[in-house]
């Protein structure tokens, strides 16, 4: 019994088998969790350590380049990167994909604990840092307040806020940036403390020694057991400054109050921020991985309208971005696709069929095989992602092909009047072989793209991969099985149809006779052109020819970016001072170009916000952010594009940048209107970075300055920034070892009285009243007006170990000197590196124009060049998709090989693909795009559907040879008439499936609009061409035979291409 028998005789049975899978996929779609992006965990992990107080030269010396030296001999470690700056130091591992980061993470771990005597004393424990895109912020709110300053209230903000919104499910942590926690000042007064003979480290001691909490372990008292404890800590500020710290010189006692201030009072900030024009502290919420980021983000706000209302202080707390708008909005828009696209499919059967009945038959494929998919996406524990959204807009269009061809063959029996079971039975055995071999042929292509690409790339081509071959696999399935059941469950044959009834009957019938007339005259003229085309083969070859030498052009002068830029809606503006300008100067310039900000944008402008300054913890420099006092960050978000003007974030860009120019101080400044988290994601928000390593900073310097020059002056870039090159002006004490030495001053006392003046020590933790925190630190250092010019710093005293004050002068000199700013290496050499952005201008054009330039510069033998940036990550990806596109090749070549039994055929199909090439390159170009990623990602997409019409087209010839007799050229005839109505179908139901991705508007079209345009471009010209070329080269392929049958058609004298049975 066939397989259509089979299912025509079962219906039930099959119809509750997909009935119940229909339901799993719906159950499926309730429970999978939204987000951007597929779970990536990037190969890479991240030691931070911070230093406080010291340049980025000691910190390049004594923390990141120990730390370097131990884990480059971790197993798996590709690169090696690090970033020094003051007081912070970051060293990033970069692994081979598929490390194991937990087990690369307690080898760190062991490593640093070999070195962990070689470290300074002084620092912060390491952190270890994993990069987890499912962990990334999903909301960023902004506390203000109309009650004094924000920062008075970090304890209620804290207690408030924080607290609150750390328990809501799926939050995963709350983060405060930049907090300036209450801290209890002991600000010292230099003459008083010196009048008294005493020094800053006996203060210091004294505080530390009286302000303790002991256990001192139990004592049994009749029967009882007392634990025994010595509170000793302060339980007022009045207790602190009563506190005796030493003796006078007269031998009176001498308390705290007597040599200090103390006061209670906000942490001093490094960095400034502002939300809507008012100071604001910055909260960043972090869902768990797995968590659904549509979900966090309302609770997150349904959390922020409660307790606004009830915050004291004036306390309000504002959302500055959230990242499941933009989920949520690219989702919407991906869906309506998806629907809008089933029903184009749609659409596009009945048009051919022109039978409700049969279109139903085809149209219940789409969401017969899309609710599988989402069964295995919930069962494999995926999300639904922007990039299984586009897998699924992709899919509407193929899942359709193998009912159709499945239906069109049981229908054009049940019209030559056999039964419903034998028109099921027959009909899919004709096609059965050729819908298996399509199938797996499309499998095949997604296989190398799932499992061979790597970074970032590989797990969404592997999500996108499954997706499609879910998708695919189940349309088999449907095919198969549901198809047969229904047309012999639903069709009718002549003998059953129905004459027409009434006036608009009668009309629908003329219509549609007059319809299938016109096909028929169309799949005659086909067959008699294909007939042509193989008895005038040179004639096909030589135009095939000329499409690939246009291909070729289109190649050469067409140019390649990595990824299309979709509109964010975020327009950010990152700014440098001249080194060394203070955070209130650089607030000053940030909150012009808010002002300016404001004014471009007018009324399509949703909120704006400034920081300025260095953040507090610093792994800003961990993605790429500039640390220090003269650095700024404006920000921006417009409405929805539904919203707006019509205005672009990269047109509000180029009219920001006219008038940056003009602002005093402003010395370097960047606009990204790139998704932030987007470019995170994907490595570098920067199109274009230029490394220029070597050891001497001198000469990395001056030929960072010559790099800079160079990409300057060519053409397309724009925005070109030397990063790494700034100098901080620092003063350094040279101590005079002899002279201290006989003075009994050693180096580390000296440097460590001068950090706790200058840069203040913090000596314990008051938990007393009179502070709004739990518990505050107190910090110990000079008053700041005896710390703001040289001539203080000489002047103060150091404590010698006799404990006798030495002024500084008399042992050690200060000098001007500079430092850099930050040191970043990578595989332990120093690099610098020029940034620019591409504008109006391919990229690789650019990258060739650099590389040339370059290659004219006189650098120093110890200095080399390397282009990064996304150049370099283009490169990488453009080398995976090649080897994924050879796969494919060569994986499609031996499925059709196995299907034919033979070698020859295989090839005769496989002459369609370089086509699909042919339609992208030309298309793109004449549409004026460039080719980028996306684009190649859709012609290795294109191959296996390029090659199902060949397999269609191949396999019926075969069939009619093999079961009716037929001559070569009356097998092309008659297969090209009756298998172009399901070829058109198929292609057209393709491309419409596309449409509304291309069609579509709104956040993020421009990835998927660039796919979909790239695909029906492939699509059309390869369909076009395979309906000929496909016959031409199976007569070459079957010359010997087909001579002979020439020779046999003219002894006869019959005409070999006008057979009787030609009719279709």
């Known amino acids: 019994m066939t397989l259509g028998r089979w299912s025509a005789r079962h219906p039930v049975l099959i119809g509750m088998v997909f009935l119940f899978l229909v339901l799993l996929g719906y159950y499926g779609l309730r429970q999978l969790p939204l987000d951007m992006f597929p779970e990536i965990e990037l190969p890479s992990l991240s030691v931070v350590v911070v230093y406080p107080g010291a340049t980025s030269v000691d910190v390049e010396d004594r923390v990141t380049r120990p730390i370097e030296d131990v884990v480059t001999s971790i197993a798996g470690i590709e690169d090696v990167l690090s970033t020094s700056t003051d007081n912070i130091g970051a060293v990033t591992c970069v692994f081979q994909s598929g490390t194991d980061l937990d087990e690369a993470a307690s080898d760190i771990r062991e490593k640093l604990g070999l070195i962990r005597r070689k470290l300074p004393d002084n620092i912060d424990e390491p952190s270890i840092l994993k990069f987890d895109v499912g962990a990334m912020p999903v909301v960023t709110l902004a506390v203000t307040t109309g009650v004094g300053d924000v920062d008075d209230w970090t304890e209620t903000v804290r207690v408030e806020v924080v607290e609150r919104l750390q328990h809501l499910p799926g939050v995963g942590s709350v983060t405060v940036t930049n907090p300036a926690p209450e801290e209890v000042r002991v600000d010292i007064d230099r003459t008083r403390l010196e009048q008294q ?226 028109a099921a039975s027959e009909g899919l055995r004709e096609v059965a072989g050729a819908v298996v071999a399509s199938t797996l042929t499309t499998v095949v292509v997604y296989l190398p793209l799932g499992l061979m690409l790597s970074g970032v790339i590989g797990p969404m081509a592997a999500q996108f991969a499954s997706v499609m071959i879910t998708a695919v696999t189940a349309s088999l399935a449907v095919s198969l099985l549901l198809t047969p059941m229904l047309c012999a469950l639903l069709l009718r044959g002549r003998a059953e149809e129905r004459p027409p009834r009434g006036r608009l009957g009668r009309a629908i019938q003329r219509l549609h006779d007059a319809s299938e007339r016109a096909l028929l005259a169309v799949e005659h003229a086909y067959g008699t052109a294909a007939g042509w085309s193989a008895r005038h083969r040179w004639v096909v070859l030589l135009a095939c020819a000329a499409l690939v030498a246009l291909t070729v052009r289109a190649v050469v002068f067409g140019g390649m970016n990595f990824l299309p830029v979709p509109d964010s809606g975020e327009v950010i503006v990152y700014g440098r001072l001249p080194v060394g300008a203070s955070t209130a100067r650089t607030a000053e310039v940030a909150r012009e170009v808010e002002r300016i900000l404001r004014e471009e944008a007018g009324a399509d402008l949703q909120h704006a916000y400034w920081r300025a300054g260095r953040s507090e913890e610093g792994t800003g420099i961990l993605t790429g952010q500039k640390e220090g006092t003269y650095i700024f960050e404006t920000g921006g978000r417009l409405k929805p594009q539904a919203q707006r003007s019509g205005m672009s974030p990269d047109q509000l860009a180029a009219r920001i940048r006219r008038r940056l120019d003009r602002i005093p101080d402003l010395v370097t400044y960047q606009v990204q209107t790139r998704n932030p988290m987007m470019a995170q994601v994907f490595g570098t928000t920067k199109p274009i970075a230029v490394e220029v390593s070597g050891r001497d900073l001198d000469r990395l310097r001056e030929a960072s300055a010559a790099v800079e020059k160079v990409v300057r002056e060519v053409p397309g870039t724009t925005e070109v920034v030397a990063e790494g090159i700034d100098l901080r002006p620092e003063l350094e004490v ?164 196995g299907q034919y039994g033979t070698l020859r055929d295989p090839l005769v199909v496989m002459f369609s693909v370089p086509f699909a090439f042919t339609g992208i390159f030309i298309g793109m170009d004449l549409l004026g795009r460039t080719i980028s990623v996306i684009s190649l990602l859709g012609l290795i997409m294109l191959m296996g559907i390029v090659v199902n019409n060949a397999i269609v087209l191949v396999d019926y010839i075969n069939l009619m040879r093999r079961e009716h007799g037929m001559t070569i050229l009356e097998a092309v005839v008659v297969s090209g008439r009756r298998r172009l109505r399901p070829i058109l179908m198929t292609m057209l139901a393709c491309m419409f499936g596309m449409v509304p991705m291309v069609l579509a508007k709104g956040e993020g079209h421009e990835m998927w609009q660039e796919l979909g345009t790239a695909m029906i471009c492939g699509l059309s010209v390869s369909t076009f061409v395979t309906l000929f070329l496909v016959p031409v080269v199976y007569c070459l392929f079957h010359w010997p035979q087909l001579r002979r049958e020439r020779k046999a058609a003219a002894q006869g004298g019959a005409a070999p291409d006008a057979p009787a049975g030609a009719s279709s």
Do not use: C
């Open 197 to 422: 003979g005493l020094s800053l480290s006996q203060v210091g001691m004294a505080i530390q020694a009286q302000n303790l909490s002991i256990p001192m372990g139990n004592l049994v008292l009749g029967g009882t057991d007392y634990g025994v404890r010595l509170p000793a800590e302060f339980a007022s500020l009045d207790d602190l400054r009563e506190l005796v710290v030493g003796a006078s010189k007269t031998g009176g006692v001498v308390r705290l109050r007597d040599v200090a201030r103390v006061s209670v009072g906000p942490a001093e900030r490094q960095a400034l921020s502002q939300f809507e024009g008012r100071p604001a502290q910055l909260i960043v919420v972090q869902k768990r991985s797995g968590a659904n980021v549509v979900d966090v983000a309302r609770q997150v706000q349904a959390e922020v309208e409660r307790l606004n209302p009830k915050l004291p202080h004036g306390l309000h707390v504002s959302v500055v971005s959230d990242t499941s708008l933009f989920v949520r909005l690219m989702v919407r828009a991906l869906t309506e696709a998806v629907l809008w696209g089933g029903v184009f499919v749609v659409g596009v059967v009945f048009l051919f069929l022109r039978r409700i009945r049969s279109s139903i038959v085809v149209a219940l494929a789409i969401p017969s095989s899309m609710m599988v998919v989402f069964a295995v996406l919930h069962f494999a524990g995926q999300s639904l992602n922007i990039i299984s959204l586009i897998g699924l807009s992709l899919a509407v269009g193929t899942v359709v092909d193998n009912a159709i061809v499945v239906l069109e063959n049981i229908e054009r029996h049940l019209q030559g009047g056999k039964s419903r079971e034998e």
């Open 734 to 897: 040279r101590m005079n070892r002899l002279r201290a030495s006989l003075l009994g001053i050693n180096t580390w006392m000296a440097g460590d009285a001068l950090r706790t003046a200058l840069h203040g020590s913090t000596k314990g933790v008051y938990r007393g009243a009179g502070i709004r925190a739990q518990e505050a630190d107190i910090v110990v250092r000079l008053r700041e007006e005896d710390r703001d010019s040289v001539a203080d710093l000489e002047a103060f005293s150091v404590p010698s170990v006799t404990g006798a004050q030495v002024r500084l002068a008399n042992v050690a000199r200060v000098e001007e000197s500079s430092v850099p700013v930050e040191i970043t290496r990578k595989n332990r050499a120093r690099r610098m590196l020029v940034t620019a952005y591409q504008q109006d201008r391919p990229l690789d054009e650019i990258a060739a124009d650099i590389r040339a330039r370059i290659a004219k510069l006189d650098l120093p033998d110890d200095v080399s060049v390397d282009l990064g940036g996304e150049l370099e990550q283009q490169a990488d990806v453009m080398g995976d998709l090649t080897l994924a596109l050879l796969a494919s090749v060569l994986l499609i070549y031996m499925v059709m090989a």
